[in-house]
């Protein structure tokens, strides 16, 4: 895999093989949709799901999640054959939130954390802003293989 897309793509698909193993029901959307790259229902519930994929060393400029429910999960193609899984890391909004403040307490740069749970710097005199923040492996490691056993938990 060479490229955005196709690497966004295969993460997709991937995610939404790992929920319909696991039972639940789970449909890519089509187009752009803020936020929402997959949809799992269960018999109680809708839930939106944010894939973020990669082959490199981090995921760049990813943006949050907010509503309750809702899963972020990132989908590690690095070092990876074609026929190995890749290694997903999941996280509710609890978790991203945690994820984000430790990146802000890091931050000497006026980073700041948005109502959709994204880190952002505002715009400036000296820059035009900047919205999502990197993510290293590192950094979520602990949410490794941390699918609820009901998808919204």
């Known amino acids: 895999m060479n490229n955005k897309e196709t690497i966004g793509l295969a993460g997709e698909y991937a995610v939404a093989f790992e929920l319909c193993r696991r039972g639940f029901y789970a449909q890519l959307t089509l187009g752009n949709h803020k936020k929402t790259d997959i949809l799992v229902e269960t018999p109680e519930h ?10 490199g060393d981090q995921w760049p400029k990813v943006s949050g999640i907010w509503a309750e429910g809702d899963l972020l999960i990132f989908v590690d193609f690095k070092d990876k054959g074609l026929n190995e899984l890749p290694d997903f890391y ?3 909004v609890a978790n991203w939130k945690k994820v984000v403040k430790k990146i802000v307490k890091g931050k000497t740069d006026g980073a700041m954390i948005n109502e959709e749970n994204t880190v952002y710097w505002a715009p400036s005199d000296a820059s035009k802003g900047w919205v999502g923040c990197y993510i290293k492996v590192s950094q979520i490691k602990e949410y490794k293989d941390c699918w609820p056993e009901h998808v919204g938990s």
């Open 46 to 55: 809708l839930f939106r799901v944010s894939v973020k994929a990669k082959t």
């Open 90 to 92: 999941v996280l509710n």
